[in-house]
């Protein structure tokens, strides 16, 4: 089965850190774009960063650059999402998805709660 | 930044009826549009892509159409299943979704 799980959420206080993971299984994880989408809580999707196949190339949100990085282990089949300096307004709930223009494959998503 | 506005926000319809829902881009984007639907509590599902190709296990009742500013989503025929909120997404330049169209039960 192709699937996607994400871990790593939690509270975190303002100014924080925290790693989320995706585990990825069920297709070559290698040959694929990643992303990561968020959603704050009772609003919209929210596109936040995308990796290439060899983690050589990585985009991200305006609002996140110099505090997200994103990176991946392709021999572990995992995606990395490295937020630091965290603030509210990155209270989310954050998925990762395959592809980068079109997202097929989507994880369950994990909370992110960015509060004092 | 590309900009993705979908009207209405909210839609009361009822089962068997035919639903379009537009989405407009503030600058052309071709057909790099895609359309998701999703759940309460539960990831997004991509039903659409390139505008107007569906995404496979997706039922045939589900088409998109467009190209340029203009696109929708059309469901010819509701069924309970579908109440749900939809999103399109445009990826002609970064990536960017619309504030989504909540799609009730009459």
């Known amino acids: 089965e192709v699937q996607l799980v994400e871990s790593g959420g939690g509270l975190v206080q303002p100014g924080g850190s925290l790693r989320l993971s995706c585990a990825a299984s069920g297709f070559t994880f290698s040959t694929y774009w990643m992303t990561w989408v968020r959603q704050a809580p009772g609003k919209g999707l929210e596109w936040v960063a995308n990796i290439n196949q060899d983690g050589s190339e990585t985009y991200y949100l305006d609002s996140v650059k110099g505090r997200f990085i994103l990176s991946r282990d392709n021999a572990k089949n995992s995606l990395f999402l490295q937020m630091n300096g965290l603030r509210a307004e990155d209270t989310a709930v954050y998925y990762c998805?395959?592809?980068?223009?079109?997202?097929?494959?989507w994880g369950q998503g994990t909370m992110v709660t960015v509060s004092s | 930044d590309i900009q993705m506005t979908q009207s209405p926000s909210s839609l009361s319809a009822s089962v068997g009826d035919r639903v379009t829902i537009t989405c407009r881009a503030s600058?052309?984007?071709?057909?790099?549009l895609n359309w998701y639907q999703q759940k309460p509590g539960k990831a997004p599902k991509l039903l659409i892509y390139?505008?107007?190709s569906l995404q496979s296990g997706v039922p045939s009742r589900f088409s998109g159409s467009g190209s340029g500013t203009d696109f929708t989503l059309t469901i010819s025929s509701l069924q309970p299943e579908d109440f749900a909120t939809y999103y399109c997404q445009q990826n002609y330049h970064a990536r960017s979704f619309g504030q989504g169209t909540r799609l009730e039960i009459k």
């Open positions: 390139i505008a107007s």
């Open positions: 998805a395959r592809g980068t223009g079109s997202f097929d494959i």
């Open positions: 600058q052309s984007i071709s057909t790099y």
